[in-house]
């Protein structure tokens, strides 16, 4: 578990599903964010929980409330180069808060620190510059490109790209 003066980073639990729910997985405007599905029923969120709990991912949790109010997570994991891919986010009711740069500011230094990843890498599409303020925050830096897309063989069209080294 990673703690920092508002929030736990903790691997997800099925008892999330709730607070997922209830605070940002239903939500459209903050799963189309990061491109992501809207779920609208417990079921759904605890299959793609199975999935999630083998995964390197984090949720957000809120200490004041102990709620559930996001998720922190690799991608992208390019072994060779040593390098992930980064994807966050946090329920609109907690946006502007600073809780999202708290979190990655707190996976950056934990990934750093307890393995062997020596690049973190991440975008945001054009039309959602908050979420690019939120990777400055948290130490990213505007790069021109990232790794998904240079296997492509393609520019971040509509997407801004980052990246901080250990």
Same mark, same amino acid.
């Given at each position: 578990?990673?703690?920092?003066?508002?929030?736990?980073?903790? !691997?997800?639990?099925?008892?999330?599903?709730?607070?997922?729910?209830?605070?940002?997985?239903?939500?459209?405007?903050?799963?189309?964010?990061?491109?992501? =599905?809207?779920? %609208?029923?417990?079921?759904?969120?605890?299959?793609?929980?199975?999935?999630?709990?083998?995964?390197?991912?984090?949720? @957000?949790?809120?200490?004041?409330?102990?709620?559930?109010?996001?998720?922190?997570?690799?991608?992208?994991?390019?072994?060779?180069? !040593?390098?992930?891919? @980064?994807?966050?986010?946090?329920?609109?009711?907690?946006? !502007?808060?600073?809780?999202? %740069?708290? *979190?990655?500011?707190?996976?950056?230094?934990?990934?750093?620190?307890? %393995?062997?990843? %020596?690049?973190?890498? *991440?975008?945001?599409?054009?039309?959602? =510059?908050?979420?690019?303020?939120?990777?400055?925050?948290?130490?990213?830096? =505007?790069?021109? !490109?990232?790794?998904?897309?240079?296997?492509?063989?393609? *520019? =971040?069209?509509?997407? @801004?790209?980052?990246?901080?080294?250990?």
């Amino acid at each position: 578990m990673v703690n920092t003066e508002r929030l736990f980073l903790r !691997n997800f639990s099925n008892s999330d599903a709730g607070d997922m729910l209830k605070n940002w997985i239903s939500d459209e405007d903050v799963q189309s964010s990061y491109g992501e =599905p809207v779920y %609208t029923n417990t079921q759904s969120v605890l299959v793609l929980l199975e999935k999630w709990l083998s995964e390197y991912r984090f949720a @957000i949790i809120l200490k004041e409330t102990n709620e559930n109010i996001g998720h922190v997570s690799f991608c992208r994991y390019y072994e060779k180069e !040593n390098t992930a891919e @980064i994807e966050y986010c946090i329920g609109k009711s907690f946006w !502007n808060k600073g809780f999202a %740069t708290e *979190a990655i500011k707190a996976f950056i230094k934990y990934t750093f620190e307890n %393995t062997s990843i %020596t690049k973190l890498e *991440a975008f945001h599409r054009i039309e959602n =510059p908050a979420s690019g303020r939120v990777l400055q925050k948290a130490g990213m830096k =505007p790069v021109a !490109n990232v790794l998904r897309f240079s296997e492509l063989e393609k *520019a =971040p069209d509509g997407d @801004i790209c980052y990246a901080i080294m250990k």
